[in-house]
């Protein structure tokens, strides 16, 4: 079976960082795509980037730019969201996803969700 978990979502003041993980079974990060989504309360669940299996990454929420980033390690089949000077706005459930083969923005492409971690973002 295929199948993600996200972990390492928490409470953190405006201008904190944390780290979440992504880890992948059934399938390696050769051949799929890992996208990280989130959902606000009360908001659509929105796209906030992608790491595609070349390791490149494409942001599709311009609020992230410059404070988030997304990485691999493939030994671990495990991918990463580094989230920097957070702010309240950040506060959402943090779903990670994965699509065969590229990146997109399209979340009805994504057949493999987790649970999901709530980051919350409050003084």
């Known amino acids: 079976q295929l199948h993600v978990v996200e972990s390492g979502g928490g409470s953190v003041q405006p201008g904190g960082s944390l780290r979440l993980s992504c880890v992948a079974s059934?399938?390696?990060?050769?051949?799929?795509?890992i996208g990280w989504f989130r959902q606000a309360p009360g908001k659509e669940r929105e796209g906030v980037i992608c790491?595609?299996?070349?390791?490149?990454?494409?942001y599709y929420a311009d609020s992230v730019k410059g404070r988030f980033t997304i990485s691999k390690y493939k030994a671990a089949n495990t991918v990463y969201l580094q989230m920097n000077n957070l702010k309240p706005e950040d506060t959402a459930i943090y779903y990670c996803a994965a699509v065969p083969s590229a990146c997109t923005r399209w979340q009805i492409s994504y057949g493999i969700w987790g649970q999901g971690t709530q980051v919350t973002v409050s003084s």
């Open positions: 059934g399938f390696t990060l050769d051949d799929y795509a």
């Open positions: 790491i595609d299996p070349s390791a490149d990454s494409f």
